[in-house]
């Protein structure tokens, strides 16, 4: 009897030594994930992304070519224009990028000399913008033909966004844009950033001002100049959209939260769509870059 005890006590604490670690859970509550399937339109592997043209993620983003940062090294030895996909789309708005694709799986390579896919010129690229009226972060009523003479820089934010990828890095770029326009004379007569809310439930011309003077600091005064916050009716927000190609979802009516895509698009003094920058990949430099282009000759030599 001794013995079978001794035995079963060893028996007991060797399984419970060999036993496995519990496994951490697979999605903390900030993380969600969802399938993607696409075709790889285009890779950048400096920069570790690819512009996926990829099918519709049921209940959260609609069918479109967006850039994806990708963190896997290996994958882009595989990772070629034309070659279709399976991942899984991260959103962990606690990282950054705060959105990458992992566990991409090749589904089907490209056919024997089909074509490279060709990346499309936004459709907007030379149409004119419609004029619309908002009210700015002072209350005023302003319309965009206020601005004909000016090139134009017009980007889609909502104050409550959480994403520093999205909304946050959007309004960084333009108020750290604004300095620079702002040390440039030329720039400072002739050129000009525009912000508009697609959540006027929330943002009232008064937050829109106080979240501006939060990116521009003491410069706030000076930079209101050249940066202007915007909101509209609804329906008219919508239209704005529709032409430049935002897509929004209200997902959280308690938190005010937007499933969004990203939308930055360079207008020329005469109102025309110039250059329509791609998710949140560009950088400052490269925004001035196009505002002096579309300001002209005159703006792109100085400075």
């Known amino acids: 009897m001794k013995y079978t005890i001794l035995f ?27 399938e993607l399937k696409g075709r790889v339109v285009s890779v950048d592997k400096a ?24 963190k896997e090294d ?29 566990k991409i799986a090749i589904i089907s390579a490209p ?9 499309k010129e936004p459709e907007q690229i030379g149409k004119q913008v419609p004029d619309f009226s908002l009210t700015d ?24 966004c959480p994403l520093p990828e999205f909304c946050i ?44 003077i939060g990116y521009l600091g003491s410069d706030a005064d000076e930079g209101f100049t050249v940066w202007t916050l915007a909101v509209g009716p609804d329906k008219d927000i919508r239209k704005i959209a529709d032409f430049f190609g935002l ?20 207008i020329s003094p005469d109102g025309k769509v110039v250059n329509m920058l791609s998710g949140s990949r560009w950088t400052v430099d490269e925004l001035i870059h196009d505002l002096k282009a579309a300001a002209g000759p005159e703006n792109t030599a100085s400075k």
């Open 111 to 119: 056919m024997p000399g089909e074509p490279t896919p060709e990346v």
């Open 137 to 160: 972060q002072d209350g005023k009523k302003i319309k965009f033909s206020d601005l004909k003479g000016k090139a134009t820089a017009v980007t889609f934010i909502y104050r409550q």
């Open 8 to 34: 079963i006590l060893a028996a007991f604490l060797l399984s419970s030594c060999s036993a496995p670690p519990k496994e951490e859970p697979k999605n903390p509550a900030n993380v969600k994930r969802h």
């Open 247 to 266: 897509e929004y979802t209200k997902t959280d009516n308690e938190q005010s939260r937007f499933d969004h895509t990203l939308v930055t698009a360079v």
């Open 169 to 212: 890095k959007m309004s960084r770029n333009f108020s750290d844009a604004a300095r620079r326009i702002l040390e440039d004379p030329e720039m400072k007569e002739n050129v000009r950033l525009l912000s508009i809310s697609f959540d006027p439930e929330h943002d009232t011309p008064e937050k829109l001002k106080q979240y501006g």
């Open 74 to 102: 290996h994958v882009f030895e595989e990772l070629k224009p034309g070659v279709e996909i399976q991942a899984e789309l991260v959103e962990d708005n606690t990282a950054t990028p705060s959105y990458w694709l992992e």
């Open 47 to 70: 920069k570790k992304t690819a512009s996926i043209d990829h099918e519709e993620v049921p209940g959260y983003m609609d069918a479109m070519t967006m850039d994806f940062p990708i």
